[in-house]
């Protein structure tokens, strides 16, 4: 861990997959809800892998805009990341996800957006720093 933080937040679950999520700061609470192919109701809402799933790609959207941006290549307003979050069993027991980004980095050449995405994953973006060796993360340029 860094002797520095910049920022730091927290937020609470109660309930687990079929309970309740809140941020210390308000800015998140809401219901969380099973999905049916876990064995939950189906019913529209949240779950772990839909909120790491907006986490990831907020995140590294963010670094291919700031490498972007240190290489002196500009963006076009249709950029953005996708972000698609799996879960299963681990042949082990347990669980794993699994993790595939589609970087759409408009107004770049697709050697540049290779080169900015890429970066990003194996240089940057705090996610997938924190990922690595843990979970299999796939980068695709679309």
């Known amino acids: 861990m860094t002797a520095h933080i ?13 309970g309740r999520v809140h ?3 308000g800015a998140v609470d809401m219901p969380l809800t099973m999905p049916k192919e876990m ?21 590294f ?15 076009g307003d249709e950029t953005y990341v996708t972000a698609k979050v799996g879960i299963g069993p681990r042949a082990a027991g ?7 980004l589609e970087a ?6 697709r ?3 290779e080169h900015i995405a890429h970066t990003a ?9 924190a990922t690595r060796g843990n979970i299999a993360v796939q980068v695709e340029v679309v």
């Open 6 to 18: 910049l920022y730091q937040t927290a937020a609470t679950a109660k309930g687990g997959r079929s």
């Open 23 to 25: 941020s210390a700061d």
């Open 39 to 59: 064995g939950g109701s189906g019913d529209k809402g949240a779950n772990p892998e839909t909120l790491f799933a907006c986490g990831y790609a907020a995140c």
């Open 61 to 75: 959207e963010s670094a291919c805009r700031f490498l972007a941006r240190k290489e002196g290549l500009a963006l």
């Open 94 to 100: 347990g669980f794993q996800l699994y993790v595939s």
């Open 104 to 109: 759409h980095l408009a107004g770049l050449s």
């Open 111 to 113: 050697e540049q957006a």
């Open 121 to 129: 994953h194996n240089e940057v973006c705090p996610y997938s720093h």
